[in-house]
């Protein structure tokens, strides 16, 4: 199974998915065109993940703003990372990260942390 590595533009997100490691992560904006094909590549990887996965695995989202498209595939994101904890072979964590200010990324966090049955960690970061 293959890293994945995407580099972060002004409209999406950077996307680290390291299989060895276990660790998942999305970072900066995601404004994308077409989020559902860009973040399709995502959700196949998690699919093939869910059949190997490490017995920790840590997502880290560390995101200053998305779209309401991108909050619809980040669900999905999320609901797959629920279905591979309940599957067993992973322990999942999410780690939130939001800026000190920012109480509309906090709140997303704790929308998204209300719906999904995986241990949330909101981090607080500093400007």
């Known amino acids: ?7 972060g533009t002004p409209k999406t997100p950077a996307i680290k998915l ?17 989020s559902i094909e860009f973040y399709k590549p995502v959700m196949d990887w998690l699919n093939e993940y ?5 017995s920790e695995t ?5 995101l200053e703003y998305f779209n309401t498209s991108s909050s619809k595939c980040i669900l999905d994101v999320f609901k797959k990372i629920e279905g591979i904890q309940k599957s067993g072979s992973s322990e999942m964590i ?21 719906i999904i049955d995986v241990q949330f960690k909101m981090i607080e970061m500093e400007e």
């Open 18 to 34: 390291d299989p060895e490691a276990g660790i998942i992560e999305i970072s900066g904006r995601s404004i994308p065109e077409n």
């Open 1 to 7: 199974m293959d890293k994945i590595n995407i580099e």
């Open 50 to 54: 869910a059949e190997n996965a490490k």
């Open 94 to 114: 999410i780690n939130w990260h939001y800026e000190e200010d920012d109480e509309d990324m906090l709140e997303a966090g704790e929308d998204y942390e209300s």
């Open 58 to 62: 840590a997502v880290n989202i560390i």
